[in-house]
């Protein structure tokens, strides 16, 4: 029987105009790649398996590729925690796997199939023992990689340590090993640009101006220049705080000089242009857009993290109306269990030799959303929730209700801020000047509600400002053929265990019914409690 | 063979109807000024509709699916919980969400079988658990609905088509399935299955499940009794 907990079973099918529970009819496909003989006779080793992609990527390998013949999974230690340890007590209950482990037999027969290496991309050979490496040399054939530092602007040292120098580590343990690697990137490397992104596009030497000036990009440059600015920004630093805002500061400018939107794209770019540069190396790049709610796997809504667009459907939801967005683009999302399955096809193919280099897994090519509908879902969402809101101002609430959100110019959205600065420096100032005349007592809870006021306001322009790339300054389509094209060549059993069908996605429902449910559900705990959520 | 229940939904498990859905959406238009303007429509039309139903289910339907012409696919599945937690919500009877857990108990697939709208009752489903649905749906155009049906409209013989079809795919036991319905204009869908009930009847199909020795349930009084062929099994 169904109950709430299974809201996501009913699906509006977008094509056939109706809704259906379970699978739509199966693909036809040419049969030149066989996931599951390819899985049967390889031994896959994971990097970054417990990130959000990861949980979802290892629980789909374990629910639907049982042939797979070993999975050796990289687990980093934390704190007193071994990765094993970590692994099946951590890992393997996480809402994500634990009915998929339940269904695979439990937990005894994950350990028959699953070993675990403790390790850490950001050590060399990742992490590994000598004794590790040679036990597993000539065993392992496919290395996937989805280690990465996902922020958008953290201190350049800690993107640069994952995703540049992790990558290089990477390399070397696949040459150890004699495997072929898939690395999932992003397909924000393509940096500031704007209309279709090839993916033909060369690799090495990338970078987004190329096409304005003769400067030419090499990786090896670049650990140069962050070497002198490690150096330098030491020095010249007088405390931790502002050692890490001004390294900040480093990668963003860095990312900026070459076009890319922030210090996450620009290590990626490097990443890849280095797994690209090792000669006679098997691999393919998998690039997803803004990954974001499952939209079948493991169950509809499954989302993690903050690095999705959950911070702004949180925003929304909380009464936000005006959005600077393009009234004509996308937003390039694609939901996790789409980028597993497309993971998974590209790493058929690796194995089978059949692959291509660059993988785009995106939706906008196929079936794109467009911003001002998202702008109209998140103001609908509000009215939902403030009507039925029963604390709080009620005036504020019939206000986030019954006003429609908007989408607005950057530069209205800067003329209001400016405006609501200003008024709030009023009222600073006029409380105090009360605190003058009545004395601190009965005006210093209003300062301190101010100040929270203020705090809040500036956690939502920076969370917005760091949102502007993706969904006002540019206007990305990222082209998909080689994963239509890929996916065309499995055999029609492995199609009906992985397909890639963002056509097919109904994004209202989607929007509505699975994403925005799924944040409520498990990002927006999080969310109220940080600190409780960590602990 | 399995055996279902099949239910219609406006007037049977609930007193909302179509006109409260589309007065809803009409008071929440973009802006207060659009909501005013349509609300006006509706509340004129209601008259209207009053006189249709009289004369037919069918056209009735059709008059009144025509208002959400222009409406935006977007907002018609954006709005649709909210819908249901202020407008379909509070006009559930007090005895339908017993009488769906009974019949699924003894093991009757529960179907719900109505005229109103896909996005509308996707909640009343989760909220009552059917297992099936089988209902309208709007024609849309670049997600902006037309103001007409998907034919076949879905009401009266249509619905007795609909279950039959469905009875066979399914491999259903019809002489041993149940239906509930409150409307006359149900007659062929009740006549369909073995079971039918009468639930909180108009006076028309009270006449007739008299006449046809048919059983007659009110959900709409909490002290009620379910008909024998359910309360006997409930006993056990």
């Known amino acids: 029987m169904k109950t709430t907990e ?23 496909g040419s049969g030149e790649i066989s996931a599951i003989d390819a899985f049967a006779k390889s031994t896959m080793l994971l990097l970054g398996g417990t990130g959000f992609v990861g949980k979802v990527l290892l629980a789909m390998i374990l629910d639907r590729f049982p042939e797979l013949k070993r999975l050796v999974i990289q687990v980093r230690r934390k704190k007193k925690l071994s990765g094993e340890e970590r692994f099946y007590s951590e890992i393997l209950s996480s809402p994500v796997l634990r009915d998929i482990v339940e269904r695979a037999g439990g937990e005894r027969e994950i350990r028959r199939k699953v070993q675990i290496v403790e390790g850490d991309v950001n050590a060399p050979l990742c992490g590994l023992s000598p004794e590790q490496i040679e036990q597993l040399r000539g065993k392992v054939d496919l290395v996937v990689n989805l280690a990465g530092v996902v922020d958008f602007d953290p201190p350049v040292n800690e993107s640069f340590e994952t995703n540049v120098y992790g990558a290089q580590h990477l390399i070397e343990i696949v040459k150890l090993l004699d495997a ?184 906008a090519d196929q079936n794109p959303i467009m911003l001002p509908r998202l702008v109209g879902f998140l103001g609908m969402n509000s009215r939902y929730k403030h009507k039925h809101k029963t604390t709080g101002n009620r005036l504020a609430n019939a206000w986030k209700a019954y006003v429609e959100t908007q989408v607005i110019t950057v530069d209205t959205l800067q003329a209001r801020r400016a405006r609501v600065h200003r008024g709030l420096d009023v009222i600073h100032a006029a409380l105090t000047l009360g605190k003058t005349l009545l004395g601190e007592g009965k005006v210093a809870p209003y300062l301190k509600s101010l100040r929270d006021t203020r705090r809040q306001i500036r956690t939502q322009e920076v969370t917005i400002d760091k949102f502007l790339p993706f969904m006002h300054h540019n206007s990305f389509i990222f082209e998909t053929r080689n994963i239509r094209e890929t996916a065309r060549m499995l055999t029609n059993e492995d199609l009906k265990r992985v397909k890639w069908d963002p056509e097919s996605i109904d994004w209202a429902d989607y929007w509505v019914n699975i994403h925005t449910k799924g944040i409520e559900r498990w990002i927006r705990p999080m969310f109220a409690s940080p600190k409780k959520a960590r602990a | 063979m399995n055996k279902a229940a099949f239910y219609d939904l406006s007037g049977t498990l609930l007193s909302g109807n179509l006109v409260m859905t589309h007065g809803y959406y009409a008071r929440n238009d973009r802006s207060l000024l659009k909501s005013a303007y349509q609300l006006a429509k509706v509340v004129l039309s209601v008259p209207l509709l009053f006189a249709l139903d009289l004369r037919s289910r069918a056209r009735f339907n059709d008059f009144s699916f025509r208002a959400y012409r222009g409406m935006h696919r977007d907002r018609l599945i954006g709005l649709a919980d909210d819908l249901f937690e202020v407008t379909l919500k509070p006009s559930i009877y007090p005895q339908s969400q017993a009488l769906i857990q009974t019949t699924s108990e003894l093991g009757y697939r529960n179907i719900l079988v109505t005229g109103a709208l896909d996005f509308t009752i996707r909640p009343i489903v989760l909220h009552f658990g059917f297992d099936e649905v089988i209902c309208n749906r709007l024609e849309f155009k670049n997600h902006v609905a037309t103001g007409r049906v998907l034919p076949p409209l879905l009401a009266e013989d249509e619905k007795a088509r609909r279950i039959r079809e469905y009875a066979t795919r399914e491999s259903i036991d019809l002489t041993q399935s149940c239906a509930f319905s409150d409307s006359s204009a149900d007659l062929p869908m009740l006549s369909t299955v073995g079971h039918p009930v009468a639930t909180n009847p108009t006076r028309r199909l009270r006449r007739i499940a008299l006449e046809k020795n048919w059983p007659i349930l009110e959900l709409r009084e909490p002290s009620s009794q379910f008909p024998p062929f359910l309360s006997h099994a409930k006993a056990v």
């Open chain 1, 6 to 28: 299974t809201w996501g079973e009913w699906r509006w099918n977008a094509v056939e105009g109706k809704y259906e529970s379970g699978d739509s009819a199966s693909l036809q």
């Open chain 1, 180 to 363: 072929k690697l898939v690395h999932v990137s992003t397909c924000f490397v393509a940096g500031k640009k704007n209309g279709r992104i090839s993916e033909d596009a060369p690799i090495v030497g990338y970078f987004p101006k190329r096409n304005e000036g003769a400067a030419t990009f090499c990786v090896a440059d670049e650990l140069k220049w962050y070497d002198d600015v490690m150096e330098q920004t030491r020095q010249s630093s007088s405390d931790t705080r502002q050692l890490k805002e001004r390294l900040r500061e480093a990668g963003m400018n860095r990312a900026e000089h070459w076009g890319w939107m922030n210090t996450y794209t620009y290590t990626k770019s490097m990443g890849e242009q280095l797994v690209a540069e090792t000669p006679g190396l098997d691999y393919a790049i998998i690039r997803p857009a803004i990954v974001e709610s499952s939209l079948r796997f493991p169950f509809p809504g499954w989302n993690e993290g903050f690095t999705t667009s959950a911070p702004l459907v949180l925003m929304g939801g909380e009464g936000l109306k005006g959005w600077p967005v393009r009234k004509d683009g996308p937003l390039e999302i694609i939901p996790v269990d789409l980028v597993a399955e497309g993971i998974l096809i590209a790493c058929a193919a690796v194995l089978c030799g059949k692959h291509k280099n660059v993988y785009h897994l995106a939706s």
